[in-house]
């Protein structure tokens, strides 16, 4: 299944494997199934050329290489540009902006939590086709994040902090609102509203914009070749971007935490941060009508029509998959190796490496004929790690998780998914007794290193922080009367589902979908939501936690032995 592994585990399969039987010449004769992967090593993106370099060796017309360019920059879920545009584009980024907004949902965990992953990540599609919206031509609107936006402006400071207020303004009154069909209907029995928290920094070196020292700086030390003047502007850029970046999410984490989000805060670059004050509609369109910024409340847009248009140029390519589109327009047998590193930019996160989910799109024909089992898999508690380190650090942990689970698949009948945000997922075909089992192994080990593996440690104590992982496990049935994406949909909800259960059993659990609970389970269940119920008392609240948590931690390690 990995291209690592040895030959012998190319991605064949046979029953014996449920039995913990290895593969051997007759199973190749047999006609076994192989499952294409493009997995990515740990540096590979760093490895790769660029977007640029890769597209322009294809030889390929103006209209293909604007759309395979466009296909890779795009983030698939929300439409914006996604964070291998903003890797590369860096220097554009900073030359030709002033400020940097950043900006996140401001109770997207607890909608994960509360309701699904598939419920939390319709908000953040929702957040991008609305964002875009509001914002139209008057700044570059970038998913940098799993779960973190960025939006590009020029202008002042003043400009900016009215946008930002556009987009926080725009998002309460289309997502905010319980009412909101759009939102209840994800789930009838909850319906759920979200805010935006942001935060607002320049694009600055000291108190200069960063091109007004940049250029002139390097284009005079005529000892250095052009290529490495670039690569001094890049680091120059990325310098600048990185102190814009600190800035704005200490603005944005003050703004969700200090002030119960819904909120702009802004960040002076010296003394810190400041909330700022919002406005009504009317100063907001009066304020944009003055400065001529064509954005929405001012541009007469409807943002509550949320509608995506149809990928016209990705229509007339013939071909079912992307690979199947990109060898159409780049047919020359020589270019093979260039196509195998564009896909791996994009079927493959950026951030941890693993297949992403446009890769199960196209592969759903192999995942339905091949795997038996599907894994949802999720931090626990990840939004309080989040607030602990920092999101620069809890995303570094996302990584290395990724590559964690890549590691426990390495030569099993198993590929690791990372769907979106937070969202890992393992497709096994293995029966449920043995998936149950590697999925118990994969629990621990995480449990064990991811902590260890990143030296996380709390901002404020300094703390060591091991995070842990929940599973759920349900079983992937192909249905002849649905479409593929109906039973994707299907097996990633039952999978989430199951999650939801271990997470009442306290977390750092494995639970199957639809199997019998036991005592032991109805226990660690009772005692977990007892705990949670008698943590928010007063005085005895805390110390009568951890004593119910002390009986709970022994009965859930006795019933797991």
Known sequence: LNAAAPRTRDGRYHKGFQNGQSLNAADYRRGAKHVGQWRLGDDAFKKQRTVEELVGSLNLSPEHAEWLTNEIFRDRLTGLYNAIYLRENTEELVSDNDNLITMKLDWLKEINDGVSHAAGDRFLELFGIIGNQIVGDEATLIRRSPTGFAAFTSGDEEAARLIAQALRMGIEQELGNDDNPIISAIDENAPMSTTISAGLARLAVEDQKATDVMPEDLTGIAALTRKAKESLMN?????????????????????????????????????????????????????????????????????????????????????????????????????????????????????????????????????????????????????????????????????????????????????????????????????????????????????????????????????????????????????????????????????????????????????????????????VGSLHAVQERVSGVPLVGKPGAKVINFFAQGLRRWAQR
Do not use: C
Request: aromatic share 6%; charged share 30%.
């Open 235 to 523: 680091t120059a850029s990325k310098l600048v971007y990185d102190r814009a970046y600190e800035n704005a999410e200490e603005a944005r984490m003050s703004a969700k935490d200090d002030n119960g989000g819904n909120t702009v805060a802004i960040h002076d670059g010296k003394n810190g941060v400041r909330f700022d004050e919002a406005p009504t509609i009317k100063e907001l369109r009066d304020a944009f009508e003055e400065r001529d910024i064509q954005a929405w409340p001012k541009k007469p847009t409807t943002i509550s029509v949320i509608e995506v248009e149809p990928d016209e140029a990705s229509d007339t390519i013939p071909g079912k998959t992307m690979r199947d589109k990109i060898l159409w327009i780049a047919p020359n047998p020589e270019l093979r190796e260039t196509i195998n590193a564009l896909m791996r930019k994009v079927y493959n996160n950026h951030l941890s490496g693993l297949h992403n989910r446009r890769w199960l799109d196209d592969n759903m024909d192999d995942v339905l004929g091949f795997f038996t089992e599907i894994h949802a898999i999720d931090i626990d508690h990840f939004g309080n790690v989040n607030k602990q380190v920092g999101e620069e650090e809890a995303d570094r942990a996302l990584g290395v998780l990724g590559r964690m689970l890549h590691e426990q698949t390495r030569g099993k009948p198993a590929i690791a998914l990372h769907l979106s945000g937070e969202e890992f997922f393992i497709l096994t075909r293995m029966g449920p007794k043995r998936a149950e089992q590697f999925a118990q192994r994969v629990r621990r080990h995480v449990a064990d290193n991811l902590g260890l593996r990143t030296n996380l440690r709390d901002r404020k104590t300094g703390k060591a922080v091991h995070p842990s992982i929940s599973v759920g496990i349900a079983p992937i049935v192909p249905d002849s009367e649905m479409a593929n994406d109906q039973i994707r949909d299907k097996i990633l909800e039952e999978s989430e589902e199951a999650l939801k259960r271990s997470k009442q059993m306290g977390r750092n659990w494995v639970s199957i979908l639809g199997s019998a609970s036991t005592w032991q389970d109805r226990a």
